[in-house]
Nanobody, 127 residues
Framework: QVQLVESGGGLVQAGGSLRLSCATS????????MGWFRQAPGKERDFVSA????????YYADSVKGRFTISRDNAKRTVYLQMNSLKPEDTAVYYC????????????????????WGQGTQVTVSS
């Protein structure tokens, strides 16, 4: 199973920025998708963003479009989530996930598309 290690979470004021990182143990980069989800207390886990490793196609939830940017470094086997203009409603535990298949936008939004998950990193945005 792929191991994922997230980092970069923390406490930031509204309007600030954070960059999350997710390092993977896998050497397989073709035909796979990497995604970020988040879960606030008492709420379901929601899709944030995803990137296809082979094509570089990126997808975003409407709530983060224009503020968050996903990218990947294949040499480092790492995916990043740059989060700008953070809002208090972005407060959540952020999870990185990897799936074995290159995905469309609608597939990438579905947690079942992913078979390995990180432990999560807390992001707190104060008002």
């Amino acid at each position: 199973q792929v191991q994922l290690v997230e980092s970069g979470g923390g406490l930031v004021q509204a309007g600030g920025s954070l960059r999350l990182s997710c390092a993977t143990s896998t050497h397989t980069f073709s035909n796979s998708v990497m995604g970020w989800f988040r879960q606030a207390p008492g709420k379901e886990r929601d899709f944030v963003s995803a990137i296809n490793r082979s094509t570089g196609s990126t997808y975003y939830a409407d709530s983060v479009k224009g503020r968050f940017t996903i990218s990947r470094d294949n040499a480092k086997r790492t995916v990043y989530l740059q989060m700008n203009s953070l809002k208090p409603e972005d407060t959540a535990v952020y999870y990185c996930a990897v799936g074995p298949y290159s995905s469309t936008y609608y597939q990438a939004r579905n947690p079942s598309q992913y078979d390995s998950w990180g432990q999560g990193t807390q992001v707190t945005v104060s008002s």
